[in-house]
Each structure stands twice: as structure tokens, then as C-alpha cells.
Nanobody, 122 residues
Framework: QVQLVESGGGLAQAGGSVRLSCAAS????????IGWFRQAPEKARELVAA????????YYADSVKGRFTISRGNAKNTVYLQMNRLKPEDTAVYYC???????????????WGQGTQVTVSS
């Protein structure tokens, strides 16, 4: 099993920034890609961004391109999501996710964190 723990959510104003962190533990050798989904009230879950551990290949949803950046931390098994120029429509619970490869993270990851709330006020 792989455990994912998110931190860094909270309240921000439109145009502001928030950075989310995700720390992976457990059988982390079994995963090579990690990312972030989000779910807003009454909306389907949406993949926001993903990154592969090795080559740094990344994926971004069109809705966040140019505003959000996913990156690996210096600490092993840590990933960040830097969210800039936030909009009220970014309000959602953000989940850290992971799986064996980037394509699986994009399509439907097997490991999920508990989620952290991000609320953007207008």
C-alpha cells in the first residue's frame, strides 16, 4: 500500500496563490507517477496535474495551464502543486493521487489521499 498525505489547503482570494504538498510513504517503489485531482461541489472529479518521478514528464488540465505548476520536492516522495492566479472556480477538494505510471494516474489512479480543501473567494 501507498499512503498519501496532503497539506497546504486553505482560503485564498481570487488572484492569489496557494501551494499544496503531498508526501508519499509505504510501498512507494511501486509508483512512478503522482498527481492531483480535484472535486468541486456537484461536479465530477477532474485531473489537475500529474508528474512522473523519473523524467519529470508532466500533464496539466487545460483549465490550469499557465497558472498551476506541479513539481517534485528535494525530499524523496514529495510533490508540490503551486497554484497561482487563483479563480473562484478553483474551489474544490484537492486529492493527491499516485500509480505505477503517468498514463494510469491520468486515466484512473489507484492510490488516493484524503484530500485538502481549497477555497477561493471573489
Amino acid at each position: 500500500q501507498v499512503q498519501l498525505v496532503e497539506s497546504g489547503g486553505g482560503l485564498a482570494q481570487a488572484g492569489g496563490s496557494v501551494r499544496l504538498s503531498c508526501a508519499a510513504s509505504g510501498r512507494t517503489f511501486s509508483v512512478t507517477a503522482i498527481g492531483w485531482f480535484r472535486q468541486a461541489p456537484e461536479k465530477a472529479r477532474e485531473l489537475v496535474a500529474a508528474i512522473s518521478w523519473s523524467g519529470g514528464n508532466t500533464y496539466y488540465a487545460d483549465s490550469v495551464k499557465g497558472r498551476f505548476t506541479i513539481s517534485r520536492g528535494n525530499a524523496k516522495n514529495t510533490v508540490y502543486l503551486q497554484m497561482n492566479r487563483l479563480k473562484p472556480e478553483d474551489t474544490a477538494v484537492y486529492y493527491c493521487v499516485a500509480d505505477r505510471k503517468l498514463s494510469t494516474v491520468v486515466a484512473g489512479p489507484g492510490y488516493w489521499g484524503q484530500g485538502t480543501q481549497v477555497t477561493v473567494s471573489s
